[in-house]
């Protein structure tokens, strides 16, 4: 007789829309369940409950990390409010979803892992696009040799964020700016194919609050490998992404951080090219790959995702803040949990 898969409770930290999307996908899980939220105000965490059929509602995220019916602790707070949160979970030997960027900076992030992996603990960044069935096997074609060698990266994303200075893609104090929220999708994407780079350049513009608009990034590796990453706030730029190869080029149409269609172009010769199309039905909003992956390892007893190593987030990190630093934006200290 087949013993039946241990199910896993997530406690959601935060009431917010990734929280109402990633909740909702959650809900799709075999053999997961939704036990508890947390939110600074008890109306909130109760009316998130309420619609997702959730157990427990606290105003503290310590209760929320104590409560014995929690197994995961998804972290959907700003930016600026990860690092704190994670701290608290990991100590409490509590797997660790955290939402992206980790955290505002390399440092915080480079202890936080460090801890993780002291406490042997489950802690990861949650790329969603890592899971995104796509491109994982844009990964594999790329590592199988489909297009040659890979010579040049690009990939853009954007939208025309609230033009409200107190919200929190503009607020200083809780993380924002564009490099933290989108462009960390573009930044992981070339990190993902290509590794830490050896160079950096940026360009961008500043709002009246020290954070950043828009960036354009130009990383560069050895022997002239190169990635194009384009990010804004203020424009609605498409969100598509192209590698290059020395024998063809894979394509993924906007938006490919949400990828649901991606075309391989083989051209191993001057004027001849052969193109194969691939195809993905998302599943909910798209999370489902990413949360039932991470409920698997939980489950089985591993600290991390081979799709999403806690080494790739360090990586990724330094990345931002050296871009980050070429823009003059400087993130506050975190506030300790009050």
Not at 49 to 77: K, S
Not at 234 to 261: C, D, K, N, Q, Y
Not at 321 to 327: C, V, W
Request: net charge negative; charged share 20%; proline share 6%.
């Amino acid at each position: 007789m087949s013993i039946a898969p241990r199910t896993i409770g997530w406690g959601v930290v935060a009431t917010g829309a990734i929280a109402h999307n990633v909740a909702g996908d959650l809900r799709q899980l075999e053999d997961s369940r939704l036990a508890a939220v947390s939110s600074r105000l008890l109306d909130r965490a109760e009316a998130f409950a309420r619609e997702f059929g959730i157990d427990t509602a606290y105003d503290d995220v310590r209760a929320l990390v104590d409560d014995p019916a929690v197994d995961v602790v998804y972290v959907a707070t700003p930016h600026a409010q990860h690092a704190p949160v994670v701290e608290l979970a990991l100590e409490a030997g509590k797997a660790v979803l955290c939402e992206k960027a980790f955290t505002t900076s390399l440092a915080e992030t480079t202890r936080l892992t460090e801890l993780a992996r002291e406490r042997g603990v489950f802690c990861m960044e949650a790329m969603w696009t890592r899971f995104n069935p796509l491109i994982v096997q844009l990964r594999q074609l790329v590592a199988d040799g489909a297009i040659g060698d890979v010579r040049t990266v690009s990939a853009d994303l954007g939208f025309v964020a609230p033009a409200d200075r107190t919200h929190r893609l503009w607020d200083p104090v809780l993380g924002g700016g564009v490099l933290l929220d989108v462009g960390i999708y573009p930044v992981a994407f070339a990190q993902m194919l290509l590794g830490a780079p050896s160079a950096l350049t940026v360009t961008g513009t500043l709002n009246d609050q020290g954070v950043d608009n828009e960036a354009g990034l130009f990383l560069t590796w050895p022997d002239g490998v190169r990635a194009h990453l384009d990010v804004s706030l203020v424009s609605p730029i498409p969100g598509s992404a192209l590698v290059m190869g020395t024998t063809g080029r894979i394509e993924v149409p906007p938006r490919f951080h949400a990828a649901t269609s991606m075309r391989l172009v083989h051209a191993p010769a001057r004027g001849v090219e052969e193109t194969q199309t691939f195809e993905w039905e998302k599943e909910g909003r798209g999370y489902v790959p990413m949360l039932r992956a991470v409920a698997q390892a939980v489950r089985d007893g591993r600290t991390e995702c081979p799709e999403m190593p806690l080494a790739h987030t360090v990586e990724i990190a330094g990345i931002l803040e050296q871009a980050l630093a070429g823009l003059g934006v400087r993130y506050p200290e975190p506030a300790p949990l009050g």
